[in-house]
């Protein structure tokens, strides 16, 4: 019997949009869990990646752990897919990039409005930040990008049903208009 290709999902500095719209493919979410296997993702709770076909990851590479992370897949996946606009290009956590880091934090845990008991946290489990935050492609080799904040729903399936199918992925223009 011919194995299942393997998939696997992560957020790195994300706010998992994009895993909520790859769950709004709603009940062909059933067909997808009948053609693949499901590896380390939230959907699963594997919290150790093994070898995969498929590696989708979305948000951007805030900090040491994301890049760890973002390795090991790398390392693990055939294929590697930056889903969305954070994953891509940086996006909404990239906008600490126009700050220092000292002045975000301090913005942040000393200052800001409604901060209580002001403190920036130190304790030696919070992964450490990156002065900036990175899209994916800049830290290891991407083979695919799907945009969108998030990309939809039909975006997504249609990327996943070509790719498993082993078909060139083309969308229709209303998948990839964004205004
Ligand atoms: Fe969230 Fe948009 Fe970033 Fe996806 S691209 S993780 S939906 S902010």
Request: hydrophobic share 40%; proline share 7%.
């Amino acid at each position: 019997m011919n194995q299942k290709p393997k998939v696997a999902t992560c957020s790195l500095g994300g706010c998992f949009g994009c895993h909520m719209s790859l769950l709004d493919i709603d009940e062909r979410i059933i067909d997808l869990a009948a053609a693949v296997d499901f590896d380390r993702t939230p959907l699963t709770d594997i919290k150790q990646i093994g070898a995969c076909t498929v590696g989708l990851i979305e948000g951007g590479v805030c900090n040491a752990e994301n890049v760890e992370v973002l390795r090991e897949f790398r390392s693990h996946c055939q294929i590697l897919v930056a889903v969305g606009a954070c994953a891509i290009t940086g996006g909404v956590p990239a906008m600490r990039n126009s700050f220092a880091l000292r002045d975000c934090l301090q913005e942040a845990y000393l200052h800001g409005v409604g901060v209580e008991s002001p403190q920036i946290p130190n304790d030696p489990e919070i992964p450490l930040l990156l002065n900036q935050v990175y899209p994916l492609n800049e830290v290891v080799k991407i083979d695919y990008f799907l945009p969108g904040c998030p990309p939809s729903a039909e975006t997504i399936w249609t990327f996943l049903e070509e790719l498993l199918a082993g078909k060139p992925v083309e969308f229709a223009y209303r998948q990839i208009r964004y205004d």
